[in-house]
């Protein structure tokens, strides 16, 4: 199959993806997958338990997004190892025991503190139990996604937690494996701040399990790289397609789409992002940060040595940045290209005048 066209777009490059799945595996891929999923959640939870039912789904959903990008890739080179493979089995071993069992004390006594101040009468929960376990998981969804879109939102404007997050961003390409790529500090604070309310509020164990098992797959999902087109369901799950830009080497795409399993606070604040006039890009990762470390071991230390990575990107052609929006900003005013407002030099200033009149709008 010839190779596909590729262009380059204010210093980024994008390309046309080749059209690899008929139309009925583009549109049913990502609701069959977790809707099958959660549906025999359903029905096994009662007999196998929280645990077990978790471990076995989360396998099979990962052996049928590994085989669905095999057969109908979205990008055939995000199928070939970018030298990534061995760190990102490691950041899936550790994070898949190592942050959810750690911080889980720490969690519970959180929750504790913080139903100490939401219950009355000692004891009684807020949570409807009996409500069916599918809209018991909707309301979990939804209580959960408004903390971990501000954390996400803060991951990438505060310098000291886009040193922690960052490792998440450093990947070169998208399959569904980067779902575990999250230094351990990073991934407990993602557990904490979307568990702690649900606990606090008295969610039972089997609701947890199924919100735990949804989570993980839609990030598998989110990550993976296959051809899907989800159409109006864009505008009320964060799944491929959107989150594809947010892993944009170009700062104006990737300061959007913060939603971790829904987008819907996206659209509320205004940072959903999903231009129809462009294609996502090839080149991911951090732009500022070429020379951000490969290795496991070397990424886990990252955050402690933060001004000697920022140094080791001094040299070269793009200057290191404390944070996504040290350089630009991602609300801004459409047509401003200040060097005073984002520190940029007259030549990106010139070019980012350009992109702001020629791109259609956000």
Known sequence: M????????????TEEPEATAPD??????????????IAAAIALLPTLGGAATVGVLEIAAALTIMAAERLFPFRRAWGRSHGDLRCDLAHAAVSGIGPSQ???????????????????????????????????LALALLLAELPLYWLHRWQHEKDWLWRFHSVHHSAPR?????????HPVDLGLLYAVGYVPLLALGCPDETLALFFLFDGVVAMLQHCNIDVHLGPLNRVFSMAEPHRWHHSRRLEDANTNYGSNLIVWDL???????????KPPVDLGIGDLPGFPCAYLAQLAVPFRWRRVKQGAAGSSRPPSTSPLERIAPHRKRGTTSRRAYGLRDEECL?????TTTLPPI
Do not use: C, M, S
């Open 351 to 355: 070019r980012l005048k350009i992109l």
């Open 174 to 182: 998208l399959y569904w494996l980067n779902a575990a790529r999250f």
């Open 102 to 136: 750690l911080v889980r004390p720490f969690i519970d006594g959180a929750a504790v503190l913080l139903a100490g101040a939401l219950l009355t009468g000692g004891g009684l929960g807020l949570w409807p139990p009996g409500w069916p376990l599918v809209a018991q």
């Open 268 to 278: 509320l604040f205004g940072t959903f992002h999903l231009p129809g006039g462009r």
């Open 2 to 13: 010839a190779e596909a066209a590729r262009i380059e777009t204010g210093g980024w490059r």
């Open 24 to 37: 009925a595996v583009r549109w049913l891929a990502f609701p069959v997958i977790l809707g099958a999923t």
